[in-house]
């Protein structure tokens, strides 16, 4: 019976970051923003 590959996303934070990491800082707050507002009305 062949052993299946566990993928552990952990690792791979690193290179996720590099691509999406600057896009997801510059609009986190602004992100945010809309959740408060979005509950609030």
Known sequence: M???TRHD???AGDSYDLH???WSRQI????L???V???SG
């Open 2 to 4: 062949a052993q299946a």
């Open 9 to 11: 996303a952990w690792q």
């Open 20 to 22: 999406m990491g600057r």
């Open 37 to 39: 507002a979005q509950s």
């Open 33 to 35: 923003d809309w959740l």
């Open 28 to 31: 986190a707050l602004l992100f």
